[in-house]
């Protein structure tokens, strides 16, 4: 039995080409193999993996995509939650409420919830590139690991715990750890900030991964892992 999860990486300057790289997990072999490089969308050899028993894309975004906050939120289920987020961040964006999709990622340890917001049409937009519908969506911060800063050309990737997260300008990175020591001090003193030549490689190192969280909730969350949602 092989299992293959592709990771497709969308670049926030780059429309015409994605990085991806491809965990091939089989019993047989023992263990994942994985390959990948950068290319056209079109020009990934998705045939490949036609005869695997499963196939899983999960679909990496730039940070600057989406939005993570703490919220605290009312105790309750899952639903409850997903049905309160919305409210919890309406002050926290400046348009239309209609014209954002959140979903919950996390719990960070004082017991408040980390939600993602991103644009919803920007997120449908995403989805119409794949030829193969996703079974996750998420920042490409949540890739790398916690309490840990990268820099990636002129943009720094943060991780700071269960999907909280942001990419920051490199030239605003002072102000933002001013900003940082001022409203998370503990997030701050932790921080490990990292330079490497190669980021997606770093990322791909990682993959697999428990992801904290998917942005793939609510309208768009798949209807089964046999069967995932059509855009």
Known sequence: MTTSTVWIRLLPDNDTQVQ???ARASVAAGGPTMVGDQRAMESIPWSDWSADNRLDVRLIVPGEWVLSLPVALPPGTTDDLQ???PYAIEDCVSEDED????ALAGTLSDG?????VINREVLIWALARLPRSATAVVPDYACIAP???LQDGERILVALDAGLGGTVPASWWQPWQRALQATEPEYAASLVTET???VHWFMAAR???DLPGNLL???FAPQSSAQPWQY
């Open 99 to 102: 014209e954002w999709h959140c």
């Open 83 to 85: 049905k309160a987020l």
């Open 147 to 149: 309490t840990t800063a």
């Open 196 to 198: 490497r030549g190669d």
């Open 20 to 22: 991806w790289c491809v």
């Open 112 to 116: 408040r919830h980390v939600a993602w």
């Open 207 to 209: 993959l697999p991964i």
């Open 217 to 219: 909730q609510g309208q």
